[in-house]
């Protein structure tokens, strides 16, 4: 049990390591942590779920290139950022940048469900409340109590 445990772990280590190529590392170590540290944000558009530092596809390598070669270009992170997302799309960052579009995607259920709430408070208020009893009515009421008291 332990020597799986072991080879599992030893398959992580490859797997990490075969992700982060020390040949294609930049030779500054500042531009090597600016470059990981965009890469973070950046999502491999083959997993979907990881960021392209994480990533062992091939894409995620194309992209991990392009961010260093930007990055030694002397390109800002911001400038790298909107490179990818005019190239892919926003769906290219992690994380996204605010906009009204998304404020509107993220707020919109949150909107539905209270303006629903609302009308459902409204509706329960104004419901017409318990009418008077027509003598009729009143007779009926009386004389069934009065055979359930017998």
Known sequence: ?????????????????????????????????????IMQDVRCLVCQNESIDDSEAELAGDLRRTVREQVKAGHSDADIKHYLVDRYG???????????????????????????????????????GDAELSPEEAERVRRLSETDAA
């Open 1 to 37: 049990m332990k020597w799986r445990a072991l080879a599992a772990m030893a398959a992580g280590v490859l797997c990490i390591a075969a992700a982060s190529d020390p040949a294609d590392r930049l030779p500054d170590p500042a531009q090597e942590a600016r470059a990981r540290h």
């Open 90 to 128: 926003e769906f290219i960052l992690l994380t996204p940048a605010f906009s009204w579009m998304n404020l509107l995607l993220w707020g919109g259920p949150f909107a539905v469900v209270a303006l629903g709430a609302g009308l459902l408070v409204t509706r329960v208020r104004n419901r017409p």
